[in-house]
């Protein structure tokens, strides 16, 4: 059977850990071309996963024509220029997150999007958050109206101790264009833009798969470790107002650490998300009925992970299955996010 060539742009930290180890592991897989700024490291790994084509420094020279699929895993800044020219030029293309830094620069990606475009932090691909959608959000729990959610998120570097991977040779030094921040966001503010940029999305993101449409923001802080959110939004399901909060906070060895609790009138139900870097293990979900005094624990074994995401990557490619999760598209989590900035600019401007 004809092995799909899959192409790395970037296969630094990330790329080893969390993506190149599984295309490697996966046998309809062909490692094919390596890029990186840092042509030591591009050797080793070309070595060390058995990629078969050339190395490059300078991605515009990689072949376009006969690979299936490019994996871009490069620094934030780089991401959305790098992914805009795969794109362009007709490929099947993952990149990591976040996509793009603006409204605008999303969009103009999005039009030269002609086959598979999928983004790396889309916890809407887990099955089981899919699952929980439909069976207990809103409409089977019988906890009643939905009356707020909260959504926290603790994030760090630890990635859970990972040491296998091949470290890179050279400082990084960024000779390629940078993708651009929207025009609102002053220069001293785009680090802590690019830093919640990555974090944000993940809880913006699962907002919109929810059907919950952000309505009004009524509060927004944001400083070097916090990022706190109200705002309130809309369902199709429930089509009153719901009380939002998102709170996302960093420390340097903290693990990945992810929840959502949901209050309802007659009780909660709280996500309790399992780290994406674990294969193997659950998110938890508990439902308190405060009316009987009952709580429920359940289990969601088949969850989302880099994994799944590669097994994801090769499927759509596999069966051209190109624009049916085109909804799934990021567009309003950017929208999002970048009004979040915008209430927060004005309202300090005020103060
Ligand atoms: N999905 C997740 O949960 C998750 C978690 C952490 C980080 N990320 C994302 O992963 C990405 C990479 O993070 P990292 O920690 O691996 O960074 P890293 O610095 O270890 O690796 C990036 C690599 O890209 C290379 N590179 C830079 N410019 C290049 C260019 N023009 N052409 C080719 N290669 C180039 C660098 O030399 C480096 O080796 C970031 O975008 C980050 O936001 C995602």
Redo the contacts with the bound molecule.
């Keep these: 059977m004809k092995k799909i060539k899959i192409s790395f742009?970037?296969?630094?930290?990330?790329?080893q850990i969390?993506h190149i180890i599984n295309y490697y592991k996966n046998k309809k897989v062909e490692l094919y071309e390596v890029?990186?700024?840092?042509e030591n490291?591009a050797k080793e790994v070309k070595k060390k996963f058995n990629f078969t084509g050339k190395i490059y420094?300078?991605?515009t020279k990689m072949d376009t024509k006969n690979v299936d699929g490019v994996v871009i895993?490069?620094?934030?800044q780089?991401?959305e220029k790098?992914t805009g020219y795969f794109l362009k030029n007709n490929c099947n293309v993952f990149s990591?997150?976040?996509h793009s830094y603006s409204l605008n620069e999303y969009k103009k990606n999005k039009k030269n999007q002609k086959k598979v475009w999928l983004k790396?932090?889309v916890r809407r691909h887990d099955t089981a958050i899919k699952k929980f959608k439909k069976n207990y959000l809103i409409k089977k729990n019988n906890l009643g109206k939905l009356n707020s959610i909260s959504y926290y998120v603790s994030s760090g570097n630890s990635y859970l101790g990972a040491k296998h991977f091949v470290n890179?040779f050279?400082k990084?030094e960024?000779?390629?264009p940078l993708s651009k921040f929207p025009k609102f966001i002053k220069k001293k503010n785009y680090k802590l833009y690019d830093i919640y940029a990555?974090t944000a999305l993940h809880s913006i993101d699962l907002f919109d798969f929810f059907e919950m449409k952000f309505v009004d923001i009524l509060f927004a802080q944001i400083d070097d470790n916090n990022f706190l959110c109200n705002f309130t939004t809309l369902t199709k399901i429930q089509k009153e107002k719901i009380l939002c909060q998102i709170f996302l906070n960093s420390s340097p060895n903290q693990l990945?650490d992810e929840k959502m609790i949901f209050m309802y009138e007659k009780g909660q139900v709280i996500i309790k998300f399992n780290s994406?870097l674990f294969k193997k293990g659950s998110h938890k979900i508990t439902i308190f009925n405060k009316l009987k005094n009952e709580t429920t624990n359940i289990s969601f074994k088949n969850k989302w992970c880099?994994n799944q995401q590669t097994l994801d990557f090769v499927n759509y490619i596999e069966k051209k299955n190109y624009f049916n999760f085109n909804s799934l598209s990021g567009k309003d989590c950017i929208k999002n996010y970048e009004n979040i900035w915008k209430f927060y600019i004005n309202k300090k401007n005020k103060i």
Excluded at 73 to 76: C, K, L, Y
Aim: hydrophobic letters at 40%.
């Design positions: 742009v970037g296969v630094g930290f990330m790329s969390a890029c990186d700024l840092d490291l420094k300078d991605y895993i490069v620094q934030r780089l991401l790098i990591e997150k976040p790396g932090y890179p050279i990084k960024f000779k390629s990555n990945w994406p880099f």
